[in-house]
């Protein structure tokens, strides 16, 4: 029997989710609940991807076994009301949100808490909408529940399960934890991009030469500035109390900063990059007990036609599997860096050998 899921709202996060699960699966049934009418969602219905679209949150929903609540975070919470008349039972409702406090607290407010299991898929890009949606976006990457007491435990693990199909690693936290990590790893770097891109819009001469040489480091590191205003409008205003937090930390460090440079003060300089630094590069695909390790390879390629094919092919030729496979968009290595995701520690050592002896710059993570 197919499991019928409803979304309300079905942009870059929502249809990524639908195509994830569609692809691994025909078990699943798509709703998608819509404003106005939206080519890119008729698009959807061509696709298959999207089975019914409807432009009201009404009885269409009542034969949904689980919900997603998808659009922006505070936009969210006005449908938890609707929604509480029209769902059956046995209906799981969940969100796709970065900030979680706000909404676990309103559908408690609206007798839903045990109904209601928050999620935070952490992946996404500075583009949006469902045309910008892939089915292997979640790949890889951590998809945050926070459940609560009341929650059923056979609900919670429909969830784990589902996360599952979507290629994501899910982990399990409380909503206040969710929202502190969040403020300080990801809500707080958003607001200093946005800083740091004003500094030089408002401090660029007339012939913007700033604005000319900020191409290279300068735009990879503010990559994120360019994310969509209204949805960071939210969430600054639903997580305000943790972010505000670690801002003022931030603020401090800056004064820190400052007095070391008027002070002349060489060592201690150098110990805040030197213990950064340290930090940061302890930071990727460490093995801990709530996080699945990832094996992944960086190559680099030369920019020209085929390049990852042929490395594709060659790993095919050794009956390797690859995962996921991208290219880093920053300045942590040359340009022109694959990254590669195996599945196993035996293949990314196997993936490792074939491209060396192919004469192949490998860099290993795992």
């Known amino acids: ?33 819509t404003r106005r009418k939206n080519p890119n969602l008729d698009m959807g219905v061509k696709e ?20 997603f609540l998808c659009a922006p975070v505070l936009k969210n ?8 008349s029209i769902m059956k039972p046995s209906c799981i409702l969940t969100d796709v ?21 928050g999620g935070h898929p952490m992946a996404g890009s500075e583009k949006t909408g469902y045309e910008n949606s892939t089915d292997s976006l979640l790949e890889n990457a951590y998809y945050l529940l926070t459940p609560n007491e009341e929650n059923r435990p056979e609900d919670v693990s429909t969830m784990r399960e589902l996360v599952g199909l979507t290629g994501a690693n899910c982990v399990v936290l409380d909503a206040s934890e969710h ?31 700033m604005k000319s040489f900020a191409a290279g480091g300068f735009k990879d590191i503010t990559r994120i500035a360019s994310s969509s205003p209204a949805m960071w409008q939210d969430i600054c205003l639903a997580n305000r109390e943790s972010i505000q937090d670690f801002l003022l930390y931030f603020e401090e460090q800056l004064r820190n900063f400052r007095q070391m440079m008027s002070e002349g ?13 340290e930090y940061r590069n302890s930071i990727p695909n460490k093995k801990s007990s709530i ?29 390797i599997s690859i995962k996921n496979i991208g290219i880093v968009h920053n300045r942590e ?34």
């Open 77 to 84: 919470i006005e449908f938890l009301s609707a929604l509480k």
């Open 265 to 277: 003060n060489a060592g201690g300089i150098y110990e805040e990059f030197d213990r950064a630094g």
């Open 291 to 319: 996080i699945a390790r990832s094996y992944e390879l960086y190559i680099n390629i030369d920019d020209r036609t085929g390049a990852i094919a042929a490395i594709a092919t060659l790993l095919s030729k050794s009956q």
């Open 179 to 209: 929202d502190r990590i969040t403020a300080a790893i990801s809500h707080v770097p958003h607001i200093i991009a946005v800083s740091l891109v004003n500094m030089v819009r408002e401090n660029d001469g007339e012939e913007e030469n």
């Open 97 to 117: 949100g970065s900030v979680k406090g706000n909404i676990c607290k309103a559908a408690r407010e609206e007798g839903l808490a045990s109904r209601f299991i």
């Open 48 to 67: 298959g991807i999207i089975d019914e679209l409807v432009y009201e949150v009404d009885e269409s929903f009542s034969v949904c076994d689980i919900i």
């Open 333 to 366: 290595f040359e340009d022109g860096v694959l990254r590669l995701a195996l599945y196993t520690e035996e293949d990314m050592r196997a993936a490792d050998r074939v491209l060396t002896r192919n004469r192949y710059t490998v860099i290993r993570r795992g």
């Open 1 to 33: 029997m197919k499991k019928k899921l409803g979304f309300i709202g079905f942009g870059l996060i929502g249809g990524s989710i639908a195509r994830a699960l569609k692809k691994r699966s025909e078990d699943f049934t798509i709703i998608v609940y």
